[in-house]
């Protein structure tokens, strides 16, 4: 079982250091000269110049690219050039906000997910099945921009229970912070309910039709017992690794979200070192988000593993 | 499956089943029921935290704050929403429009300008020219402190201007004329040009032109210090920007305490802030003017613009270096249908590359009117009548141009022409059509000048602009403007300059389009400059 788990880890490692070169070189090779843009229209091609080796971008990329990685090990991510403010520092602040969200989002998701994944499931082509269905079909396809700028007009301008947009942080204000992150969190859980609650749904029907089903039944188990301990259990791996998913899907892709609500989370920082070009600042966010994205990839592997013994198994037996 | 039947063969009581309800939203025929019964007690009572949990969650998200209204008699705090992020703070090192409307709040210039084009005095008092116009002298003010608390001198604003001029200074180049500043006493200071510019005092004006003190200038991107009328509270990057109000500020009592300025990219969510009275001014956009247009809470303010939204043609490409070819497409293009589709109709029509707000502007809006019958015969008369083939590069940042250039796409279409839109990054239309002049035609934004010369030098022959006039029909013209002294004459040197670019074309010239702010009616004092940028210092509210 370590050695799985080392396993993993290795190449997690490889992963990294592949996204790092990938990261590294294709924000080089994308056009525009980030010098120009800073200095705009108005600046002469000395300037442009000079502003150009003050970034340090006219040295070969080799070296451009060690240097930075060399730093990156030192949590040293460089200056940003938009807020002259440290990298690290601005991620850091950037990441209570997007977790906040992404994980409460989460947490509705699933909860909305496996009681009407199990239940249709288990009363396949009941109401509550066509009901769940019609909740897939609608989470998937209602944009989240609009239903966004839906619920700002109705909870926010019309009825007024709920802030308009903005972030309070949750040491400021425990109420504060749930009130600003309850609207843009619905909304998250809303595009990704539909997709969890099909493979929650799937994956129950699927364990449901084991022989082992019908072996505890017939040993007489009550139906509790049933559903939760090995039917769901069964059922767990394909809905976990998903959530696992949806989760470093949201570490990043809650750009949307955030623009729309106005919040300050690391979507946003996204946007902002691509309108201006901060490279610097743009390096350190894709990396760190590339890395979020191979933890949690990583956590939900172990865990599954732990819920599948097959996998253990499978790996020892290599 | 899942009927009494069910239960009973496995073993169930029915009546067991009832006890362990607790979900009392579904129904008991679910199976949900079954988890719950006694035996499952420990189960129960997890989840019950967990519920529990939540809708503790629910209701305190749900469950309006507490807010305690001041009762102030009248208001003194201002929250206006912005879209775009400062490029830092420090205004002699970036060319960031975002950076300036903030910037011009914190540190003051030499002179000023009134919303009507006025120079006025700011940290000068006063101001005399040589006679041969080559030397200006100003005299500072004697009561102005940094918010550092200490006495600005002229040393300051030699420093400044140094610091202005310098390498990494992206404003460099316009003020390269100035060859030599002298520091008469510690409160007159003496600037030198090269050669004669009548326009000079006004590259005294601009938001970049401030005044810093040199112990801080390490750290202005992040923690300006200036003279103005409001000092930086606090920066939070991506939310919010906090002014308070300047005590030790020279000029009249400021009315208000502090002006917070919230980041709110998203133009509806801008929009519904505004409507609950979060935010006391936003910019507005064309589209949103009919939602706020007739209520009497709000006040629209909406000025034309000082900039020019033109379509840049490259004169090098076979087709568009011939001059009826390019006025057979002025023709062509319907610039009122332009304004509809990008501003919504807030914008006016020009005919060369100068706003109607310039004091030299000339109507040139006769010259080529929109005629697609006749666009047609001058195409024949130059050669194509079946038409040709261009590109046009459109900077996919700006909405505006490219809303501009589809509309255009369509109309050149129907007399002939078929243009192929590309979308490109701002960061690429930089370097590829504004550097390397690497484009057959493009619609951008031309903003932001006081003086008429800096609007129009791009077009010498020898300025290697992407659209510069290489047949040099402006080139004396322009030498000549810079050099006369009578405002007269100058402005019929403008004026001849702007007939010949519209009868030339090196670009089609689209409109000004409107700056609009919306207020809520007890907002006053607020007013839309020539120079992009907002000035809190009159502001006030009136209840």
Redesign the interface.
Known sequence: MLSYILDRLKSSIVVLFVVSIITFFVLMI?????A?????????P??IA??HA?MGLDRPLYQQYLSWLLELFKLDMGKS?????SVTV?IA??IPVTFSISI?AM?MAV?VAFLFG??SA??KNSI?DYFSRSIMQLGAAIPSFWIG?VL??YF??KY????????IPIEQ????F??S??LPSLVLAIGEVGTLLRIVRSSMLNSLKQDYMDMA?VK?????KI??KYALRGALTAPLTIIGMQLAKLAGGTVVVE????L??LG??V??AV???DIVLLQGLVMFITSIVVIITLIVDIFVMFLNPRIKSFHQGE | MFSRTYYRYYGFDYKDLKRGILLVVFSKRYSFEILLTERKKEMKKTRKIFLLLLAVMLISACTAQESTPEKADVKTDLTMGYTTEPEGLDPHRTAAASTFTVTNNIYDTLVGVTPKWQIEPRLAEKWVFSDDGMEITFTLRDDVYFHNGRQMTAKDVEYSFNRLKDAESPRARDYENIVKIEVLNDYEIKFTTETLDVELLKSFVYPWAAVVPEEEAENLKTKPVGTGAFTLEEWVPQQYLILKRNDNYYGDEIKLKTVKMVLIPDATSMMAGFQVGDLDIIPLTGDQVTMVEGNENYRVLSEPMNAVQIMSLNTNNLYLSNEKVRQAMAMAINKEEVIEASMFGYGAKIGSHLPPTSPDYYDTNNIFEYNPEKAKELLKEAGYENGFEINMSLPKNYQLHVDAGQVIADQLGRIGIDVNIQLIEWGTWLSEVYGEKNFDSTVVGHTGRLDSYAFLSRYKSDSNDYISLTTGEVDELLENALHELDEGKRKEIYKDIQVILANKLPAIYLQTPHTMLVLQKNVEGMEIFPIDFYDFKEVYFTE
Do not use: C, W
């Open positions: 994308i056009p525009g000269n980030p120009q843009l800073i200095l705009g229209t108005d600046a002469t000395e300037a000079e502003l003050a050039y938009v807020y002259g403010e601005l602040r950037s409460f947490v909860f199990m239940l288990i009363k509550t700028m700002i007009v926010g301008v007024k229970i709920l802030p308009v947009s903005g972030f204000s425990f109420t504060g749930m009130r992150i309850f039944k007489g188990l009550n139906a509790g559903y939760i623009t729309i609500f106005a300050p989370g946003r920082l946007l902002t309108e201006h070009r």
